[in-house]
């Protein structure tokens, strides 16, 4: 069973250091919860609840789990433990059943089976919490046979049976499953079409299966023992006392004959299930009736059975009340007439028994005909048919339905919506044959099959004028998928003709190197114009907009965006956002400047998990679709902890559903797709402080240059200065040694901190390499206030004991994020395959040492995708080598790599110059993010 030792030491120290008792019961990528430390206050638990948690997880995730199940009653609960409970629970109940509360031994009979209803009612309702990304069914099944291993485990070294285990926490536990009640149709007499026995569970048979025996045979087997007698039949009386009909059949005897009843007896005893079920007695029924959701007509309102002229989230649809069975069937009207005319109880249509209630019924038609009168008068959107299909009320206040009413409707997408649905939540299933031919033709690239899946997916929504949030895993390249969508736009039939204004992408800062050399490599046909200080000779004025005649695509950052006023002015035809969680503060001043830019269609790219915390879920569509999710304030009073948050969530999960589309790298539908390391080079700007640190060294070098006289001197001078270069990259401070490591003054450190961010929020770890040992603790303390805990750091003079040691703790699951490792310590001889990310922060421009340092993560016992990040400062020399390096990639090592050093040393002073010179409008002239 897993050991969690390194969490819950950390969880003691962050209790000693800071007395904070919030908690949450995250979802690692390896599909284990782990109990982690917060400081959200809606996480806070008592001081005492705290201890147990911390003592139980700290003996494995199972153990953590189990106890969660037993030992921790406190009725509030943050809503990832909560759920967690809930699943638990759900195991002991299911034991509970199958031993029927005798005092069998577990270590003999087969686990319980997870019930296939429960598995899919817990993956729908599952609250946004960390690591939501990674919970499906595989990961439920897996930790329900883990449960019944620590379960285990728990009697053996208890020496208890399960019963008496279970009493010492609750001793409710102890009747469950004792009793059962059997209803069952009784097709050969019309007249008596119900069958009822009691039963009890005596023991379980050498299958594991148990043994049910009429109650009726208590009377005889118990004779002598008039006490355990008494036991057994606890939970009839006590649900006789509040049912008149459950007493009836105690006192005449009744409940212990089998019985063939009409509908009218049936109903009864099916209405008085929760009682029975409180009382811990089970009760089985047909198929047709769950108790959850009762089978009776419902009212079924079905919405876009035709096409809309109009498109977009205010395109108007059709709407329709009807009548129809649990099952969906429509009811022709004499079957309407045949349920009104009937008194309240059991009727049979098309060969199904339902249960009528004229008062609910009446209830859920009236709140329904109020919803057609409005419709009638101000029309259905595309949006609030949305939210009705997905179980919330329309126009625009984001409630869920009421739970009668939700219980007694169906809300039915018509023909036409359920295409368009369809299309939108399985592409894979609808991929037009023309997109291949025209990207081929006009765009420079070849893209997977699962990036085909997603291009067409943005095209069907940009074809409806729908916003879309492309949160494909990191690497999966979100970039190229919007580019190849951007191509289309310009070159489709169907929007060539068409007058079109210009797009709209704003990103970060760091970014906007890494979106140009996409965009000149993949498809240098579009027309771009960057609006940014580094990117133009020309002023940029705040209120008058530069001439964007024949322009596809505009590109500007986040500052930019929140300023110009000309932005906001314009119509954008498509307005993307990268690194979108920029906008999820919804008060935030750039949060509100951004929404506020007008535009026909919207795009989100985002690589962070959005379902980690609700508010910022509501952000990001407040500004893909607005209005879809209501009111902020009516979201986040939905959104708590609850009783209304299960049907909220899996509403809410329903409703956005069309319009993400979510890849992760280990989804088994496109992991045949993917090498099994994928290299990207990651460009990053110098801040102002570095570009003139940069130009300095590259005058001072031309001026030492000039006045050298000696080969060996000048080979020194050379080398000297080419570490000069990449120490000034990396961080100015780094060269001047003067000073605290300011992320804002270096371009590799803010986007080093952008994409930690990500690998954070994705609970994945990553190695950093750099050939310098003196920034390993700056690195190292920056990344501390990324993740929000500490890492770990390897360099020549840590001890081999020690290096052990380290290696060990990061390849546990719940071990330290992140590794920072001097490129000749670490870079042979470990096994780091728990990373699924490698960053190379300086280069060491010898393609064979990057190789083997990166092998230390890709390589036998890797089971996920690696991702391999080699930073380059645009404008310098890093940029210079790093392409001669890509050109010559094909060619031996000893053709590049440490010659090309030598090679430098060996250039005549104007050709050296040419190299180290730095490109002025590849650099940042200000600090923005």
Not at 891 to 911: F, H, Q, R, W, Y
Request: with cysteine; charged share 20%; glycine share 6%.
């Amino acid at each position: 069973m897993y050991q969690n030792e390194q969490l819950t030491a950390a969880i003691s120290n962050v209790r000693k250091s800071t007395g904070v008792t919030c908690f949450q019961v995250a979802l690692t990528p390896g599909g284990h919860p782990a109990l982690l430390a917060t400081t959200d206050p809606a996480d806070n638990l008592s001081k005492k609840t705290a201890e147990q948690l911390s003592a139980f997880f700290s003996q494995g995730y199972a153990t953590g789990l189990l106890h969660l199940s037993v030992a921790i009653q406190d009725k509030t609960l943050p809503i990832s433990i909560k759920f967690w409970r809930q699943f638990s629970r759900l195991f002991i109940t299911s034991l509970c059943y199958m031993t029927g509360g005798s005092t069998v031994m577990l270590a003999a009979v087969q686990p319980p089976v997870f019930p296939m209803i429960e598995m899919e009612n817990l993956l729908a309702t599952a609250p946004f919490m960390a690591g939501s990304e990674y919970l499906n069914a595989d990961v439920l099944q897996s930790l329900w046979e883990d449960l019944w291993q620590a379960l285990l485990a728990t009697l053996q070294k208890s020496a208890l049976d399960f019963t008496a285990w279970l009493t010492q926490y609750d001793s409710t536990w102890k009747q469950v499953g004792r009793i059962c009640f059997h209803l069952a149709e009784n097709k050969r007499d019309p007249n008596a079409p119900f069958a009822f026995l009691a039963t009890y569970v005596t023991h379980l048979s050498q299958q594991g299966t148990l043994s049910y025996v009429p109650l009726g045979r208590a009377l005889q087997e118990y004779t002598q023992d008039q006490r355990q007698l008494l036991a057994l039949l606890l939970p009839i009386q006590k649900a006789g006392q509040s049912n008149e009909f459950l007493k009836q059949l105690i006192d005449t005897g009744s409940i212990f004959k089998p019985l063939a009843w009409r509908a009218k007896e049936a109903y009864q005893l099916l209405q008085a299930i929760p009682l029975l079920e409180e009382a811990g007695i089970v009760v089985k029924t047909p198929d047709w009736w769950k108790a959850t959701h009762a089978a009776h007509p419902k009212v079924a309102v079905t919405m876009g059975k035709k096409e809309t002229s109009h498109l977009g989230l205010d395109a108007l649809l059709d709407f329709q009340i009807n009548l129809c069975l649990p099952n969906g069937m429509l009811l022709q009207d004499d079957e309407i007439a045949s349920i009104l005319s009937a008194g309240t109880g059991l009727i049979q249509l098309k060969g199904q028994w339902v249960a009528v209630d004229h008062e609910k019924l009446g209830e859920v038609l009236s709140h329904w005909k109020k919803i057609a009168r409005q419709v009638e008068k101000e029309g259905l959107s595309f949006a609030d048919a949305l939210r009705m299909t997905a179980g919330l009320t329309p126009l625009q206040n984001g409630a869920p339905l009421p739970i009668d009413i939700a219980t007694w409707s169906q809300t039915i997408a018509g023909d036409w919506l359920q295409e368009v649905l369809t299309r939108l939540r399985q592409p894979e299933q609808a991929l037009e044959k023309t997109l291949p031919a025209l990207l081929k033709k006009h765009f420079c690239a070849s893209l997977r099959p699962y990036q085909v899946v997603g291009v067409q997916w943005l095209w069907t929504l940009y074809q409806m004028k729908l916003g879309a949030c492309l949160a494909d895993d990191m690497g999966l390249g979100k970039t190229i998928q919007v580019l190849a969508l951007l191509t289309l736009i310009r070159h489709h039939p169907l929007t060539q003709s068409k007058v079109k204004h210009p797009h709209l992408l704003v990103l970060p800062a760091s970014l906007l190197g890494n979106w140009q050399m996409e965009f000149q490599k993949f498809a240098p046909g579009l027309r771009l114009k960057m609006i940014h200080a580094s990117m133009t000779d020309s002023p940029i004025l705040l209120d008058t907009a530069p001439d964007l005649s024949g322009i596809d695509l505009v590109i500007t950052t986040y500052t930019y965006a929140s300023k110009l006023n000309w932005l906001k002015e314009i119509n954008w035809d498509l307005l993307v956002l990268d690194e979108a969680q920029a906008i999820k503060n919804p008060a935030a001043k750039q949060s509100q400047a951004i929404k506020a830019l007008k535009s026909q269609r919207r795009l989100v790219l985002t690589g962070t998990p959005i379902e980690n915390r609700l508010m910022d879920l509501w952000s990001l569509f407040d500004f893909v679709a607005p209005g879809l999710l209501g009111s902020n304030r009516a979201f986040a009073k939905y959104g708590k902890n609850t009783e209304e948050a299960g049907a909220f969530n899996a509403a809410l999960r329903r409703l956005i559903s069309p319009y993400i589309l979510r890849r992760l790298k280990s989804d088994k539908r496109i992991i045949a797709d993917l090498p099994d390391k994928t290299e990207l080079q990651t460009y990053c700007n110098l801040s102002k402080t570095q570009s003139v640190l940069y130009q300095q060294a590259v005058l001072q070098l031309t001026r030492e240059l000039e006045t050298v006289d000696d080969d060996m001197k000048r080979r020194g001078l050379v080398l000297a200065y080419l570490s000069r270069f990449k120490q000034i990259c990396n961080h100015p401070n780094q060269w001047s040694g003067q000073g605290a490591f300011n992320p804002q003054d270096s371009g590799k450190f803010l986007r080093l901190g952008e994409l930690c961010e990500e690998i954070a929020a994705r609970q994945e770890k990553v190695l950093i390499f750099t050939q310098f040992r003196e920034i390993i603790p700056a690195l190292e303390q920056y990344l501390f206030s990324v993740f929000g805990q500490a890492g770990l750091t390897l360099d020549g003079s840590t001890p081999i004991k020690e290096r052990t040691k380290r290696v060990n703790a990061f390849q546990q699951e719940c071990g330290p994020p992140f590794f920072i490792l001097s490129l000749k310590a670490g870079g042979t001889g470990l096994t780091l395959t728990h990373a699924s990310h490698v960053i190379h922060f300086d280069r060491w421009w010898n393609p064979a040492v990057e190789n083997q340092a990166t092998d230390r993560a890709y390589r036998i016992g890797q089971k996920k995708n690696v991702l391999v990040h080699k930073f380059v400062c645009l404008g310098t020399i890093e940029e210079k080598i790093d392409d001669m390096l890509r050109a010559k990639q094909s060619l031996a090592s000893d053709i590049i790599g440490e010659p090309a050093v030598a090679m430098l040393t060996e250039m005549s002073d104007n050709d050296l110059l040419a190299m180290v010179s730095l490109d002025i409008h590849s650099v940042l002239t200000e600090k923005e993010t």
